[in-house]
Every structure is written in structure tokens, then in C-alpha cells.
């Protein structure tokens, strides 16, 4: 016998539950976004290399290490998509949609890095995100954030959250900050992991994100971006604080300025923010962003500014409280071939009635078919053999009292209509 298939490592399928928690997400994504004025967005899951490697930077871990990159058969290179914001941005400039700004698009799909897989860590996993396009300042980037928070509370997040922000400030000030990191870390370059001796020359403001606990304690030592800035920027951030705060947009998320928080990607600039969490061990940030105003004229397109959001769904999914078993639905069982057709006769009179599960089983002894609409969460199971089928009643089980009463079809079905919805 040949040996089963396995998963490609780093994915995982998602089965049942699993599965509707994931789409009960991006439906809570849909709704909140749509409060937001957003509109649903949806781009090819590959893309021409480009797109991703031109924007992300060619130094960022994701492009250097993490993309799945390949040839297709006419010989282009293309990469799956590693994140959302850089498709969307192709999208927006391909159809030409710049006389529409300011607007909002939100997404939610599968994305791919070649990681090494841990809990809350995966090769092939999903966001849930939204662009606010052509929107500019401290209320903007407020309300993405106001938008992030709201997402987070109706998904029903109840684990204590932390939004750490920091300012990237403007390219000019971050290339002084960036002059003096490297001449920090020259100078404890001993100390530094490998993967930060790279980042050191490519691009030295990625140590600050370094998960190495060398990197880490070095880290607590580095000269703070906040000597760098301007008074405009410096300004923005504070504006921007003020809102958040003003609004109460925040709720019980505690806000922490993180002044070594950088975003991972090339394209951020002033507010770069994640909302992190202490129950995830290492995996700790759910949903990270920033503002983006030079990716839209960098990718070929009008200057227009930009700030938006991506969630990691595992990481929400893992956060959800358990979901209790089985959904309760109704059972119908058929005692036998002629009770069959009449159970799905009623069993489709029933769907039409109510959106509740109705579940038709046949093939067993009573006893075998009851036991499995126990284990399905049937409340209440019906019962068809030939005898009621010919005499038009039925038998009904209330599965949790194990009161049984029989009747004709008609009276049961209001009765199940009842039943339904208590
Ligand atoms: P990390 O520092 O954890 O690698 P990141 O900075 O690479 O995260 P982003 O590119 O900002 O992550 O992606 C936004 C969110 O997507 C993350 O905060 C996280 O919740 C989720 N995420 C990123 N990579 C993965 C992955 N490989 N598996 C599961 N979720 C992920
Ligand atoms: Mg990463």
C-alpha cells in the first residue's frame, strides 16, 4: 500500500470548526470595514515578482528570505503573495482608480512565506486587512487604528492587548537615524546574531525588529529615532497620540509608544503600529501597519498617500475562546428505504422553515442513528420507519429530556418549527 500524502509542511487544513471560525472572521472583517466606508477587494494570490520584490525592498527579510518565488511555463518570474498592501496598490493603479480617492478597500485571503513553521507561524496563513487610500494625517491614521481596534473587539479578542506605536518618520530623517544605528552597531558588532550582521549592512533599521535576545538587549541601548525627527514630524506623532487617546477609540487596549518598533517592509513612513499580545509566547503581534505614502508613485503610479492594517488570523483564531461543540440541530432519521423518501420530504420542509441544521441519517438500527445525532448536537431527533411513513406521523425525541411523542407530519412540523427556534 502506497504511504498516505502529506501537507506541504508549514500549512494546515482547516476542518470544520477551524474552518468556520476563519470565515467568521473575515465576515466580522467585512462588517467592520464597511462601517469604515471600505469596499471588498480581491487580487490574484500570485503576482509578477516585482510587485512585491520593488516595493517590500530587496533587503527585506520577506523578499530575501521568506518569498516563494518561481518561473511559470512561459518563462515569468512570479512570487505567491506574501502580504496584501502591495497587490492591492498594483490593482488600484491598474484601474486607474486615482480620481475616485480618498477610498477604502478590505481583503482577507491566504498568504505565503517560507518560515520556519511554529504555533502561530505558518508557511501558507491568512490576513485580514484594509487600505485606507488618499488619506492623509493624524486623524486618518487614528482612524485606521479606531478601525483595527473595532475589528479586534468584535472578532471577540478578550485577551488583554497592547497597541505599540512608534513614528518612521519622513525617508530623509530616517536615513540620519539610519547613519547612526549603523555606527551603534559597528561598534557592538561582536554581540550582534548573524541574521543582524546581514541586516547591518542591507538594512540596520531591521535589527530593532530582531526576535534574537542578544539582538534584544543591544537593542535597548540604541540611539532612539525621536532625536532624529523633525518638530513637523515629531508634531504628527504627538497629533496623532491625541486623537487616539480623544476618541476613545482605544477602549481597554493599553497604548504604549515603542520607539524601536520598525515595520518589517520597505514602504512605511510616520505612524507604524502593532497590537500585541502577551498570550502567544514569541507570535506576539496580531495586526500590524503603518502609513505607506510613497508605495502608490513608487509602484508607477500617481503620489497619493496611504495607511492600512493586516491581521494574522491564526494568531486571532488561536486567541478565540473555544467554541463549544457541536452546533444543535435537528435529526432526522430514517428507519428504512420507503421511511428515507419521506424523511427528505419533511427534512427539506423543515430547511425551508428554519436556518438551523437539519441532518438526515439512515442506514443503522434506532439506537446506532440516535447515538450519532447525539454526537452531532441534535437537540431533538425524528423518527421515520415505513409504519409512520404510510400512517403520515411521525415519532419525535427531545434528546435532552428523552420525552418521546408521536403525531401527524403537519402538527410536527410546528412543532419543530417551534423547537427551532427556542
Ligand atoms: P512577525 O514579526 O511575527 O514575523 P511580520 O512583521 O512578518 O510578523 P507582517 O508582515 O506585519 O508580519 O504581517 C501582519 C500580521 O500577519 C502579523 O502581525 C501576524 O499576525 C501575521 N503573520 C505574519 N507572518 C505570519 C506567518 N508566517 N504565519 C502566521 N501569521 C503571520
Ligand atoms: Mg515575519
Known sequence: MSEPLQPPRGTKDLIGAEARAHRAIAATLADVCERYGAEPIETPIFEQLGVFARTLGDSSDVVAKEMYVFEDRGGDKMALRPEGTAGVARAFIHASLFDTLPRAFYYFGAMFRYERPQKGRQRQFHQAGVEFLGTTGALADAEAIACAARFLRHAGITAPLTLEINTLGTPPERLAYRAALVAYFTAHRDALSEDSLRRLESNPLRILDSKDAGDKALVCGAPAFADFLTAESAQYFRDVLACLND??????????????????????????????????????????????????????????PGVGWAAGIERLALLQPESAAARPCLALCALDEVAASHVLKLAEQLRGLTAKPVQTLRGAKLGKLLEKASKRGADAAFILGSTEAAAGTVTVKDLRSGDQVSGDSAALNDWAAAFLTR
Open 247 to 304: 476618541s476613545g477609540a482605544l477602549g481597554t487596549i493599553e497604548l504604549r509608544h515603542n520607539p524601536h518598533l520598525v515595520r518589517g517592509l520597505d514602504y512605511y513612513n510616520h505612524t507604524a503600529f502593532e497590537f500585541t499580545t502577551t498570550a502567544l509566547g514569541a507570535q506576539a503581534t496580531v495586526l500590524a501597519g503603518g502609513r505607506y505614502d510613497g508605495l502608490l508613485a513608487s509602484m508607477g503610479g500617481k503620489d497619493a
